[in-house]
Each structure stands twice: as structure tokens, then as C-alpha cells.
Nanobody, 123 residues
Framework: EVQLVESGGGLVQAGESLTLSCAAS????????IGWFRQVPGKAREGVSC????????YYPDSVKGRFTISSDNGKNTVYLRMNSLKPEDTGVYYC????????????????WGQGTQVTVSS
């Protein structure tokens, strides 16, 4: 069974850091496109970081560039999202995703999804 399970969310104060983890099972992440997305109330789900499958190109939107870092550990079959200098507007449910191609950092490019983990940033 293919699964992605996120962990590491919680409540933090503005300016603090948090690291999210996504453990994959049932398939090998190496060779897949990888992404982190967030769902903010009143807004569409948006990609906050992606690694393109075929060339490894990393994407960050301007809203998180310089603060968020995506990485993976092939030995643990796990993806991470390091979030620094968190802001209240970063609050939302964060999802990890994987896909065989994932050319663009948009939700329809990804086949496998985790259940999400809540991140809340207080002011």
C-alpha cells in the first residue's frame, strides 16, 4: 500500500522554526517528484516547495523563498520541510506529495498525498 504520513506540525510563535517530516511507504521516493503544499482557510491549496522529478530543480514561491527548505533522505525514504522565521500567514494544513513526473508545483501534478499536519503560528 502506498502511503505518505506527515508529522511535526504544531503551535509556534512568530519568528520560530519548525521542521515537518513525511515518511513514505509502499514505494521509493528516489526518482519521484516531491512537493509540500498548504491549505489556508479561504484560499486554494498552494505549493510551497517542490523538487522536479527529472532534473531535481527546486521551486519556492516568493511568499516562502529564503525561509523554507525542502530536502529528502533516501536512506529513510523521508521528505522534510524546514520552515524558518514563521509568520502568522503561514498557518494552515501542510501536505506532502509525490508523483512520477511532477513538472509543475501544482496539486494536479502529484499522485500520492499524505493526510496533512496542522501548523499554527501565533503573533
Amino acid at each position: 500500500e502506498v502511503q505518505l504520513v506527515e508529522s511535526g506540525g504544531g503551535l509556534v510563535q512568530a519568528g520560530e522554526s519548525l521542521t515537518l517530516s513525511c515518511a513514505a511507504s509502499g514505494f521509493i521516493l528516489d526518482g519521484y517528484g516531491i512537493g509540500w503544499f498548504r491549505q489556508v482557510p479561504g484560499k486554494a491549496r498552494e505549493g510551497v516547495s517542490c523538487i522536479r522529478s527529472y532534473d531535481g530543480r527546486v521551486y519556492y514561491p516568493d511568499s516562502v523563498k529564503g525561509r523554507f527548505t525542502i530536502s529528502s533522505d533516501n536512506g529513510k525514504n523521508t521528505v522534510y520541510l524546514r520552515m524558518n522565521s514563521l509568520k502568522p500567514e503561514d498557518t494552515g494544513v501542510y501536505y506532502c506529495a509525490a508523483g512520477p513526473t511532477s513538472t509543475w508545483c501544482v496539486d494536479y501534478e502529484f499522485r500520492y498525498w499524505g493526510q496533512g499536519t496542522q501548523v499554527t503560528v501565533s503573533s
